[in-house]
């Protein structure tokens, strides 16, 4: 044990004072007292020893340190996600944007497939084969378009990784089913961070809010 950190007139009174305690014997009712009063003394000492501690100026400095290293951290927390947030911002502009185009060509897939069809069975009709022109306007009805996929324009970015959070607002405390009755929150948050905002129907009277992180 170092002596020199601080506490050197605490030290040496310390070892003073475990070397008395591990002499105690008690035999009889004046060794009992003086027991007692060595007790009273180590007490004492603890406490002298804590208010010392308290005060001591590189205690006080750790503490400031601490508070300022707090407030920093928060100061580049809220940077972070200040940043984060605009990435994200970003990223669904272009995710939007790239769901549009999809949206765009297989509308014109489905229009070239209809007018393709809709020649096809012109073609069938002004040969007189009737049937085979309903036919073929049944098919190009029923027909299932191959779904259009654009790749994401959004580039990876090292470090950085995005989630969705759900949470939930009870709405109608009298339509939450009795299996999530209160005090069941960490179940219903459970359900929530597990279904999303399919957990409204499981729950009832809840409603889901998500937000990307």
């Known amino acids: 044990m170092n002596n020199a950190i601080g506490f050197s007139e605490q030290f040496s009174s310390a070892l003073d004072l475990c070397k008395k305690a591990q002499a105690l014997t008690v035999t009889d009712a004046a060794s009992h007292k003086a027991a007692g009063e060595a007790v009273a003394l180590i007490r004492k000492t603890e406490g002298a020893l804590e208010d010392a501690y308290k005060s001591h100026p590189v205690v006080i400095a750790a503490r400031e340190i601490q508070k300022q290293k707090g407030e920093l951290a928060a100061l580049l927390e809220n940077a972070r996600k200040t940043a984060k947030a605009t990435m994200i911002a970003w990223e669904d502009a272009q995710e939007a944007e790239r769901k549009r185009q999809e949206a765009i060509l297989a509308a014109e897939a489905k229009a070239q497939h209809e007018r393709e069809a809709l020649e096809a069975a012109q073609a069938a009709q ?72 399919a957990a409204e129907e499981v729950v009832g009277g809840i409603t889901v809010t998500s937000r990307t992180v």
């Not at 084969?129 to 994401?152: F, G, N, Y």
């Not at 709405?171 to 459970?190: C, D, L, W, Y």
Request: glycine share 6%.
């Open 126 to 197: 002004a040969a007189g084969q009737t049937a085979e022109a309903d036919a073929i306007l049944e098919d190009a009805a029923m027909a299932v378009i191959p779904a259009v996929v654009l790749p994401k324009a959004t580039p990876k970015v090292a470090g950085h990784s995005r989630r969705t959070v759900h949470s939930y607002q009870i709405t109608n405390p009298k339509a939450v089913k009795p299996a999530f009755m209160a005090p069941s929150e960490t179940a219903i948050g459970a359900i929530v961070r597990q279904l999303g905002k």
